[in-house]
């Protein structure tokens, strides 16, 4: 063993932004899982015979995954080893990828989309903490930064190329492609992270002891519901974007994808824009509260029927621009809340619970108020609520962080 394996708890002389990147790059590779799927629907119920009940299951079954095994996925990489854990969620994306494209039926295909989900959470559980190795502490906020946008980058691509390999592959040919591109980019990883670095995890105990300790922790709770506030801001505007252009404003789907595609996308540059405040000194609970309070200002203006279509777009766009600040912020936090440096993987993995479970409760949520009320102008009481929840979580939040960052000095 090298003297520099031997030194425990020192961070890495230079960040290996090779290796970060390549880890950002694979968690947007992670969520192509999540955006193949509301395009390709239709043809997959057509092909399959899939009823409108079992392709929802189809979609939202990554969700339930996300709110169940979260925590535990990140637990799991504290205790075998962050790295390790990664790769084999990519094994199991591109088995799931090749199994779904020979499904026969709803079983076999939900069957491997269940495994998909699981490769999925398991690596945007445990990248975070793969920063924390590969990257000095002077660049850590504006990596997170960087790391808040590997959703919106992943379904918006997935939104925009679908449809061109939809007609010339057919959805068995997307769910193959997606199964090499998870290969690539697992043997990318691979190469990309093989030098350990000097920063090593001290030994910790077992997975499920991990992630009970985190999930009796005030600071980690917080910050899961912090973020679900977030998530069932931005996810539920996009997911329902297409269908409030089509009722409210009468666009063809033709319309609809590229707009939906392009509102989804500007996040990653709130994204970068929050990481890059943050590493310069900008306070990130009040980045965070500010957000939040643009939030429900924009959401007003974007479902306000007595505006001009262009203003309402325009909200819409900066809704989800504004929004990626928040990611950023918060995933930045997670480093400073876990209750130990070893416990990263499980803080983050809550966290993720927390934006699943945001992402499952707004979309219903929206989708009941505008069914009951009958038109689309009750809309944004669901995204302002949680924008109002959002902004006292965070200021709970400061104060166990500061209590926190307190005891630790």
Known sequence: MSSQDTRQGEPPVRTNWFAVLVVVLASVTAAFQIGKAPVALPVMQADLGLTLEEGVWIISIFNLLGVAFGMFAGALGDRLGHRKLLLSGFVAMALASFLGANADGFAMLLASRVLEGFGFVVVVAVAPALFLQFAEPR????????????????????????????????????????????????????????????????????????????????????????????????????????????????????????LTAFVTAVNVVGNIIGGIAIHRGVARWKLVIMTFVLLGGSALLMYDDGLTFGVRLSAAIFLSFIAGIIPACLFATAAVVAPTAALVGATTGLMMQGSQLGQLVGPVAMAKVVTVTGNWDSAPVTLVVAAVAGSILMLLLRRIEARHTSVSG
């Open 139 to 258: 660049h850590h906020r504006l990596i997170f930064g960087f790391y808040g946008g590997y959703w919106p980058a992943g379904v918006a691509v997935m939104i925009l190329v679908t449809p061109i390999i939809l007609e010339s592959a057919g959805w068995r040919g997307l769910w193959n492609v997606n199964g090499v591109l998870a290969i690539m980019v697992m043997l990318l990883v691979a190469y990309a992270t093989r030098h350990r670095p000097a920063f090593q995890m001290r030994s910790t105990p077992p997975p499920f002891g991990q992630a009970l300790r985190t999930f009796t922790q005030a600071g980690p709770l917080v910050l899961a519901l912090t973020f679900a506030a977030y998530s069932s801001i931005h996810v539920t505007v996009v997911a329902l974007l297409p269908t409030f252009y089509v009722e409210a404003e009468s666009l063809g789907l033709g319309r609809v994808a590229p």
